[in-house]
């Protein structure tokens, strides 16, 4: 069975810290893997990934794919109050359709 | 910048009832989807639609389940007999079309079957 895993489920960090969140597969008909981040409602895209080892990046956010071990990470350096959501990650399937993990909660405070 | 919007934000219904959840895609977009998220787990494919037609759907979208692209705007999820355990967010997604493969998602909609 497909399975996207994330760790760690929670996080709680101070303001300026830097933070790792993890994302592992086992997907058959791997095509891409993405990463959102969830506050209240929709999932907002940050980056999509489809090639080993090339860093994608966005101002403090950064990820990057490793296709042979089957994981990603996501970077978030001098984390700030408003990185405080859910970050989903997800993997596309060859038929389409997203499979999700269960999401890693980050909590910044001041 | 273009955005996925869905309506009701919330929803209400009795058990057996049928509710339809609406949907408008960013403008340009030629594929759709509909997730669920059941309160305190993953988010779930549904559908996925293109050029009037369903492509995929997964075990969960049985018959009590159905989608629409009524006009040109529109894309609607129908829940024809709902049940308690249909209590979930509903999130449709569109993305624009060949090689771009980015989902973007709408706010989603609470449905509470009592």
């Known amino acids: 069975e497909d399975k996207v895993v994330q760790s760690p489920l929670s996080l709680v960090v101070h303001e300026g810290d830097t933070v790792t969140l993890n994302c592992s597969y086992e997907v058959t008909n791997f095509r891409s893997l993405l990463w959102y981040k969830q506050e209240k409602k929709a999932p907002t895209f940050l980056f999509m990934l489809?090639?080993?080892?090339i860093e994608k990046k966005s101002g403090r956010l950064s990820s990057i794919l490793d296709k042979k071990e089957l994981f990603s990470i996501l970077n978030i350096t001098a984390t700030q109050t408003g990185d405080s959501a859910v970050y989903l990650c997800?993997?596309?399937?060859?038929?389409?359709?997203?499979?999700f993990g269960t999401g890693t909660r980050l909590q910044v405070f001041p | 910048e273009p955005e996925v919007t869905q309506t009701p934000s919330h929803q209400v219904t009795q058990m057996g009832q049928e509710v339809i959840l609406r949907c408008v895609p960013i403008s340009n977009h030629l594929y759709f989807y509909w997730y669920r998220q059941i309160l305190g787990q993953k988010v779930e494919f549904l559908v996925s639609f293109y050029n009037n037609e369903i492509s995929e759907k997964s075990e969960i979208f049985d018959d009590q389940f159905s989608v629409e692209r009524p006009d040109g705007s529109n894309f609607t999820l129908k829940i024809r007999s709902t049940k308690l355990e249909d209590s979930a967010m509903y999130f449709c997604a569109s993305r624009l079309g060949t090689g771009r493969e980015t989902q973007y998602f709408g706010p989603g909609t609470r449905l509470l079957v009592l």
């Open positions: 489809t090639s080993s080892g």
């Open positions: 997800a993997v596309l399937h060859n038929t389409d359709k997203l499979i």
